[in-house]
């Protein structure tokens, strides 16, 4: 079965899903858990450079990612799992680039994600970053969708 299941872990409701999901089926496969998290750098860049090189804001990025990746941490210990943990760095890089990349150098053979399930003008203006993990990844893909009602 599974040795290793990789998540993209973030504060958002879906990935906390995304993460449930495979915290329950490291354990039926006895697999490695290998959580990450994205900084996308470029974001805070605002069409030049002299933002992306300030290391406060460097810093607080990587704090806020470090923080994360403590929570989900904690959980996996209390739960009992094997586990590592990394910080991807984008600089405008795709991120679904660097999730897929990160599992292959790690030999991750299953990827699960946690997806808002936005359509139309929200998928136009948000895109995806689960859609492009699927169409790229050789490995099996678990999408787990969230919606917000409203």
């Not at 354990?27 to 805070?44: E, P, S, Y």
């Not at 992306?52 to 810093?59: H, P």
């Amino acid at each position: 079965m599974y040795q290793k299941i990789m998540v993209p872990v973030d504060d958002s409701a879906a990935s906390m899903r995304a993460l449930h999901e495979a915290i329950d089926l490291a354990k039926l496969c006895q697999a490695t858990l290998r959580a990450v998290h994205v900084v996308d750098l470029a974001q805070f860049s605002w069409g030049g450079t002299g933002y992306l090189q300030s290391e406060e804001v460097r810093k607080a990025i990587e704090s806020a990612g470090e923080k994360v990746l403590a929570r989900t941490t904690d959980l996996l210990n209390h739960e009992n799992i094997r586990h590592e943990t990394a910080i991807l760095e984008s600089a405008g890089d795709k991120i679904a680039n660097l999730i897929v990349d990160d599992a292959h150098a790690n030999q991750v053979d299953l990827l699960v994600m946690g997806t808002h399930g936005f359509s139309g003008i929200m998928h136009a203006l948000m895109g995806s970053v689960a859609e492009g993990v699927l169409r790229q990844a050789d490995m099996p893909v678990m999408l787990l969708r969230v919606r917000k009602d409203g």
